[in-house]
Protein backbone atom coordinates (compact mmCIF):
# COMPACT_ATOMS: atom_id res chain seq x y z
CA UNK A 1 0.00 0.00 0.00
CA UNK A 2 1.14 3.49 -0.57
CA UNK A 3 1.51 6.54 1.54
CA UNK A 4 -1.33 8.13 0.55
CA UNK A 5 -3.78 4.89 0.25
CA UNK A 6 -4.72 5.56 3.74
CA UNK A 7 -5.61 9.60 3.00
CA UNK A 8 -7.62 8.22 0.22
CA UNK A 9 -9.49 6.02 1.97
CA UNK A 10 -10.39 8.60 4.30
CA UNK A 11 -11.38 10.84 1.78
CA UNK A 12 -13.20 8.27 0.15
CA UNK A 13 -15.66 7.46 2.97
CA UNK A 14 -15.73 11.50 4.42
CA UNK A 15 -16.92 11.88 0.64
CA UNK A 16 -19.77 9.17 0.59
CA UNK A 17 -20.87 10.35 4.31
CA UNK A 18 -21.20 13.97 2.60
CA UNK A 19 -23.48 12.74 -0.65
CA UNK A 20 -25.59 10.67 1.96
CA UNK A 21 -26.13 14.06 3.89
CA UNK A 22 -26.96 15.99 0.39
CA UNK A 23 -29.20 13.49 -0.27
CA UNK A 24 -31.15 14.28 2.72
CA UNK A 25 -30.80 17.85 3.27
CA UNK A 26 -33.23 19.42 4.82
CA UNK A 27 -35.04 22.34 3.23
CA UNK A 28 -33.79 26.02 4.04
CA UNK A 29 -36.30 28.22 5.50
CA UNK A 30 -36.64 31.50 3.76
CA UNK A 31 -34.05 33.31 6.16
CA UNK A 32 -31.38 30.06 5.64
CA UNK A 33 -31.54 30.92 2.01
CA UNK A 34 -30.78 34.77 2.45
CA UNK A 35 -27.72 33.67 4.35
CA UNK A 36 -26.87 31.59 0.88
CA UNK A 37 -27.34 34.61 -1.68
CA UNK A 38 -25.68 36.86 0.95
CA UNK A 39 -22.33 34.46 1.22
CA UNK A 40 -22.79 34.95 -2.93
CA UNK A 41 -22.71 38.24 -3.03
CA UNK A 42 -19.91 38.38 -0.95
CA UNK A 43 -17.77 36.54 -3.40
CA UNK A 44 -15.18 39.48 -4.97
CA UNK A 45 -14.12 39.01 -8.54
CA UNK A 46 -9.98 38.88 -9.13
CA UNK A 47 -8.84 39.09 -12.58
CA UNK A 48 -6.15 36.66 -12.95
CA UNK A 49 -2.85 37.12 -14.54
CA UNK A 50 0.89 36.55 -13.66
CA UNK A 51 2.94 37.41 -10.81
CA UNK A 52 5.65 35.93 -9.11
CA UNK A 53 4.65 34.17 -6.58
CA UNK A 54 7.01 33.67 -2.77
CA UNK A 55 9.63 36.01 -1.51
CA UNK A 56 13.44 35.00 -1.08
CA UNK A 57 13.60 37.28 1.31
CA UNK A 58 11.35 35.83 4.34
CA UNK A 59 12.62 32.00 3.77
CA UNK A 60 13.96 28.89 1.77
CA UNK A 61 10.85 27.57 1.60
CA UNK A 62 9.51 30.75 -0.37
CA UNK A 63 11.46 30.39 -3.16
CA UNK A 64 10.21 33.01 -5.87
CA UNK A 65 8.57 31.55 -9.13
CA UNK A 66 6.56 33.19 -11.86
CA UNK A 67 2.57 31.70 -11.38
CA UNK A 68 0.03 32.79 -14.16
CA UNK A 69 -3.72 32.22 -13.07
CA UNK A 70 -7.09 32.25 -14.61
CA UNK A 71 -9.47 34.78 -13.20
CA UNK A 72 -11.80 33.21 -10.38
CA UNK A 73 -13.43 35.06 -7.34
CA UNK A 74 -12.93 34.82 -3.71
CA UNK A 75 -15.31 35.08 -0.77
CA UNK A 76 -14.50 38.59 0.53
CA UNK A 77 -14.87 37.21 4.51
CA UNK A 78 -14.24 34.11 5.62
CA UNK A 79 -16.57 31.52 6.30
CA UNK A 80 -18.36 32.62 9.42
CA UNK A 81 -19.66 30.22 12.00
CA UNK A 82 -23.42 31.41 10.93
CA UNK A 83 -22.82 30.22 7.75
CA UNK A 84 -20.96 26.95 8.56
CA UNK A 85 -23.62 26.15 11.01
CA UNK A 86 -26.28 26.20 7.89
CA UNK A 87 -24.47 24.01 5.98
CA UNK A 88 -24.02 21.18 9.51
CA UNK A 89 -27.96 21.72 10.27
CA UNK A 90 -29.39 21.54 6.81
CA UNK A 91 -27.22 18.45 6.42
CA UNK A 92 -27.89 17.06 9.97
CA UNK A 93 -23.91 16.70 10.78
CA UNK A 94 -23.36 17.75 13.98
CA UNK A 95 -22.34 21.27 15.25
CA UNK A 96 -18.67 21.73 15.20
CA UNK A 97 -17.03 23.28 18.74
CA UNK A 98 -20.69 22.83 20.93
CA UNK A 99 -18.92 23.46 23.94
CA UNK A 100 -16.77 26.65 23.31
CA UNK A 101 -19.89 28.57 21.71
CA UNK A 102 -20.31 30.60 25.00
CA UNK A 103 -16.26 31.92 24.18
CA UNK A 104 -16.43 35.48 22.94
CA UNK A 105 -14.84 34.93 19.74
CA UNK A 106 -17.61 32.25 19.01
CA UNK A 107 -20.23 33.90 17.96
CA UNK A 108 -22.41 33.78 14.59
CA UNK A 109 -20.63 36.27 12.94
CA UNK A 110 -16.91 35.25 13.72
CA UNK A 111 -14.70 33.29 11.53
CA UNK A 112 -15.62 29.52 11.76
CA UNK A 113 -13.15 27.29 13.29
CA UNK A 114 -13.05 23.71 14.58
CA UNK A 115 -13.33 21.87 11.30
CA UNK A 116 -10.78 19.87 9.67
CA UNK A 117 -9.45 19.95 5.61
CA UNK A 118 -12.60 17.78 4.62
CA UNK A 119 -15.02 19.33 6.57
CA UNK A 120 -13.74 22.96 5.28
CA UNK A 121 -13.73 21.28 1.76
CA UNK A 122 -17.09 20.11 1.70
CA UNK A 123 -18.74 22.84 3.16
CA UNK A 124 -17.02 24.97 -0.13
CA UNK A 125 -18.53 22.24 -2.82
CA UNK A 126 -21.69 22.05 -0.80
CA UNK A 127 -22.36 25.71 -1.10
CA UNK A 128 -21.37 25.08 -4.84
CA UNK A 129 -23.98 23.14 -5.53
CA UNK A 130 -26.10 25.35 -3.82
CA UNK A 131 -25.18 28.09 -5.99
CA UNK A 132 -24.94 25.84 -9.17
CA UNK A 133 -21.65 27.34 -9.40
CA UNK A 134 -18.12 25.28 -9.21
CA UNK A 135 -16.76 26.57 -5.23
CA UNK A 136 -13.92 24.91 -3.53
CA UNK A 137 -11.28 25.89 -1.19
CA UNK A 138 -8.64 28.01 -3.11
CA UNK A 139 -5.37 26.69 -4.04
CA UNK A 140 -1.76 28.47 -2.65
CA UNK A 141 -1.36 30.64 -5.67
CA UNK A 142 -5.16 31.83 -5.08
CA UNK A 143 -4.88 32.65 -2.03
CA UNK A 144 -1.60 34.85 -1.94
CA UNK A 145 -2.63 36.54 -5.32
CA UNK A 146 -5.87 37.68 -3.51
CA UNK A 147 -4.23 38.52 -0.20
CA UNK A 148 -1.75 40.19 -2.08
CA UNK A 149 -4.26 42.26 -4.49
CA UNK A 150 -3.14 40.37 -7.69
CA UNK A 151 0.76 40.36 -6.59
CA UNK A 152 1.76 43.45 -5.17
CA UNK A 153 4.76 43.35 -3.28
CA UNK A 154 3.40 43.66 0.24
CA UNK A 155 3.90 42.13 3.50
CA UNK A 156 0.08 41.99 4.46
CA UNK A 157 -2.67 41.80 3.22
CA UNK A 158 -4.23 45.59 4.28
CA UNK A 159 -5.01 48.33 2.44
CA UNK A 160 -1.93 50.39 3.32
CA UNK A 161 0.18 46.65 3.34
CA UNK A 162 1.58 47.33 6.64
CA UNK A 163 0.08 45.70 9.97
CA UNK A 164 -3.40 47.02 10.73
CA UNK A 165 -6.16 46.06 12.95
CA UNK A 166 -5.43 42.94 14.68
CA UNK A 167 -1.93 42.95 15.17
CA UNK A 168 -0.04 44.72 17.81
CA UNK A 169 3.58 45.55 18.07
CA UNK A 170 3.82 43.57 21.15
CA UNK A 171 2.02 40.47 20.32
CA UNK A 172 2.74 38.22 17.25
CA UNK A 173 -0.45 36.74 17.48
CA UNK A 174 -4.98 38.03 16.83
CA UNK A 175 -6.83 39.06 18.70
CA UNK A 176 -10.16 37.16 17.84
CA UNK A 177 -12.55 39.38 19.65
CA UNK A 178 -14.20 40.81 16.63
CA UNK A 179 -16.44 40.03 13.61
CA UNK A 180 -15.40 39.10 10.40
CA UNK A 181 -14.73 42.10 8.17
CA UNK A 182 -13.83 44.39 11.37
CA UNK A 183 -10.76 46.04 10.11
CA UNK A 184 -10.08 47.44 6.59
CA UNK A 185 -9.59 45.62 3.72
CA UNK A 186 -6.95 44.69 0.95
CA UNK A 187 -7.14 47.27 -2.01
CA UNK A 188 -9.14 44.46 -3.79
CA UNK A 189 -11.69 44.60 -0.59
CA UNK A 190 -11.01 41.45 0.92
CA UNK A 191 -10.88 41.32 4.48
CA UNK A 192 -8.95 39.48 7.17
CA UNK A 193 -6.35 37.60 5.07
CA UNK A 194 -3.74 39.07 7.49
CA UNK A 195 -5.39 39.48 11.05
CA UNK A 196 -8.08 37.12 11.13
CA UNK A 197 -7.92 33.23 11.36
CA UNK A 198 -4.81 31.47 9.55
CA UNK A 199 -6.76 29.63 6.30
CA UNK A 200 -7.42 26.18 4.79
CA UNK A 201 -6.24 26.23 1.38
CA UNK A 202 -6.69 22.97 -1.22
CA UNK A 203 -2.85 22.11 -1.55
CA UNK A 204 -1.00 19.63 0.33
CA UNK A 205 2.98 21.06 1.48
CA UNK A 206 4.92 20.58 -1.69
CA UNK A 207 8.10 22.57 -2.06
CA UNK A 208 7.98 25.49 -4.81
CA UNK A 209 8.97 25.38 -8.11
CA UNK A 210 11.52 26.91 -9.83
CA UNK A 211 9.58 26.35 -13.06
CA UNK A 212 6.82 29.00 -14.35
CA UNK A 213 3.38 27.14 -13.45
CA UNK A 214 -0.23 27.86 -14.49
CA UNK A 215 -3.14 27.61 -12.48
CA UNK A 216 -0.71 25.51 -10.10
CA UNK A 217 -2.70 22.62 -7.99
CA UNK A 218 -1.23 20.45 -5.63
CA UNK A 219 -4.56 18.45 -4.52
CA UNK A 220 -3.26 15.22 -5.41
CA UNK A 221 0.74 15.78 -5.81
CA UNK A 222 2.16 16.29 -2.50
CA UNK A 223 5.30 15.74 -0.71
CA UNK A 224 4.28 15.67 2.81
CA UNK A 225 1.16 14.21 4.45
CA UNK A 226 -0.02 17.88 5.70
CA UNK A 227 -2.55 20.20 4.21
CA UNK A 228 -1.09 23.92 3.34
CA UNK A 229 -2.53 26.84 5.74
CA UNK A 230 -2.22 30.63 4.62
CA UNK A 231 -2.72 33.71 6.60
CA UNK A 232 -0.74 32.72 9.96
CA UNK A 233 -0.38 36.23 12.37
CA UNK A 234 3.34 37.32 11.67
CA UNK A 235 4.44 40.43 12.47
CA UNK A 236 7.13 40.30 8.81
CA UNK A 237 5.65 39.18 5.43
CA UNK A 238 2.16 37.56 6.66
CA UNK A 239 1.04 37.14 3.00
CA UNK A 240 4.03 34.54 2.21
CA UNK A 241 4.05 32.68 5.42
CA UNK A 242 3.65 28.85 4.42
CA UNK A 243 5.24 27.63 8.25
CA UNK A 244 1.92 26.59 9.36
CA UNK A 245 0.62 23.38 7.59
CA UNK A 246 -1.61 20.85 9.43
CA UNK A 247 -2.59 17.48 8.68
CA UNK A 248 -6.00 17.26 7.19
CA UNK A 249 -7.71 15.72 9.82
CA UNK A 250 -6.85 18.60 12.42
CA UNK A 251 -9.88 19.98 13.91
CA UNK A 252 -8.48 22.00 16.62
CA UNK A 253 -5.63 24.64 15.66
CA UNK A 254 -8.13 27.38 15.11
CA UNK A 255 -8.05 27.26 11.73
CA UNK A 256 -10.76 28.57 9.35
CA UNK A 257 -11.35 29.08 5.67
CA UNK A 258 -12.29 30.95 2.70
CA UNK A 259 -14.01 29.64 -0.40
CA UNK A 260 -13.37 30.08 -4.21
CA UNK A 261 -15.34 30.36 -7.13
CA UNK A 262 -13.53 29.11 -10.07
CA UNK A 263 -15.45 30.48 -12.69
CA UNK A 264 -13.39 32.89 -14.96
CA UNK A 265 -16.67 35.18 -15.69
CA UNK A 266 -17.81 37.50 -12.93
CA UNK A 267 -20.80 35.71 -10.39
CA UNK A 268 -24.15 37.00 -11.86
Given at each position: ?29 PEQEQILEDVKANFVF ?64 YGAIGMNWYQAQSYCQ ?17 WEYAARSRGLDVEHAT ?110
Amino acid sequence: MSPIDPIRKISSVLFIGFALSCNSQKSATPEQEQILEDVKANFVFVEGGTFIMGNNDYHYTTLEHQVTLDSYSISKYETTLKEFDLYTELNNLELIYPDYRNQEDMGPDYGAIGMNWYQAQSYCQWLGEQLNLPIDLPTEAQWEYAARSRGLDVEHATNSGKIEGSFTEKRNYPVYDTIVGAYPPNPLGIYDMSGGRPEWTNDWLVGYSKDTLVNPRYDTIHNYEEKMVRGWHKLRYSVYSRGGSREPNNDGSGVGFRCVCNQKTEIE
